[in-house]
């Protein structure tokens, strides 16, 4: 677990400027006080981030579960409804509970649909795909071999091809692809994500690396690329405004080296890695993040032989804590907008 200004760094290297994500181990253990922590934790960063609002806390019944959070569908509501961030509801995993047309379940599918934004979901077994996609769940990131693959394209779900360390069960995208691959279907449904992704992977296993993964499997540079930008964007309602070039668009754009490795990333239109390095401007908006305040010195557990408290500084790579004391008016990279009103969602006042 990271922080927002900590994932932002190893995002940006790796070319990554806009991010969808989900607080469900948060909200699971401290409810909408964590999820809203998260959100203001992430208006700090620099980097574009938005929420799919955790949709199963607790993520089983409560007999079998003693979680710290009850996501009820009306504060799922409330959430949706306070935070511009808040674009769509996250993967719904409870997916026999919704086939079976469980009330609390479809109650929190409902307060997302009311207010038009999408479903995520989280789908085991042939036989719930179609149940699911009439309960409204429009994509998923389980897909884990062609078959069930092929079955959410033709029941209208979007698919995120999930890449990851090879050594781990994450890496399904080189099963779930083959239905572009060997089977001749669109591209145009198909996204990639990462999910699950430790720490430590971070650089080595970011979406970049999923993207190249993407055509080590057989797919074209431009359609491997275009499923890990404009795709996403366009399946959460953003297309227009994220996720490709043109009139309108926010200035973030990424230089790839001939072997599809990011060189350079503009954020915003200010350019925040150039050689695969971090810029003098992005350093020093870490460097105002990035850091413990200073009552944080008096708790931190000091390593072995330190015989100072007071000179210790914590390591780099270590976070901050959840919510930063730093305004956010103090960051000097900016997000370029479009002028056009966001369809369906308040305009948010805060600047990253």
């Not at 691959?181 to 992977?201: W, Y």
Request: net charge negative.
């Amino acid at each position: 677990m990271v922080t927002a200004c900590a994932y932002a760094e190893a995002a940006l290297l790796n070319g990554t400027t806009t991010i969808f994500c989900d607080s469900h181990e948060i909200g699971n253990v401290m409810d909408v006080a964590g999820v809203e922590a998260m959100l203001e934790d992430a208006r700090l960063a620099p980097l574009s981030i938005f929420l799919t609002v955790p949709s199963t806390v607790p993520a089983t019944s409560p007999e079998l579960e003693t979680a710290g959070g009850d996501l009820t569908p009306e504060k799922i509501g409330a959430l949706f409804d306070k935070w511009p961030e808040a674009m769509a509801l996250g993967e719904k995993m409870d997916f026999v509970p919704v086939a079976m047309g469980d009330p609390r379940s479809h109650a929190i599918i409902a307060e997302a649909l009311k207010r038009n934004r999408p479903v995520s979901g989280h789908i085991y077994g042939r036989e719930f795909v179609a149940p699911y996609s009439a309960a409204g769940v429009t994509d998923t990131h389980e897909a884990i071999d062609r078959d069930i693959s092929n079955d959410f394209v033709d029941a209208g779900i979007w698919v995120f091809l999930r890449g990851g360390n090879p050594a781990t069960p994450w890496n399904s995208i080189v099963e779930a692809i083959k239905p572009i691959t060997e089977l001749g279907a669109s591209h145009k449904r198909f996204c990639v994500c990462t999910d699950d992704r430790d720490a430590d992977d971070l650089l080595s296993f970011g979406l970049d690396w999923v993207v190249r993964e993407a055509i080590r499997c057989g797919m074209k540079p431009e359609q491997a690329w275009s499923m890990g930008s404009l795709h996403g964007a366009t399946r959460f309602g953003m297309g227009d405004e994220i996720g490709g070039l043109g009139g309108g668009h926010r200035a973030d754009l990424v230089l790839l080296d001939d072997s599809m490795k990011p060189v350079s990333t503009w954020y915003g239109g200010e350019l925040v890695v150039d050689d695969r390095k971090i810029t003098p401007l992005l350093e020093e908006t870490l460097n105002q993040r990035y850091r413990y305040p200073e009552a944080a010195y008096n708790t931190v557990h000091l390593p072995k032989g330190s015989s100072s408290r007071r000179n210790y500084r914590p390591p780099r790579w270590l976070p901050t804590p959840l919510v930063s004391k730093c305004p956010a008016s103090s960051c000097r990279i900016g997000r370029s907008r479009s002028s056009r009103p966001m369809t369906g969602r308040r305009s948010s006042k805060s600047t990253i």
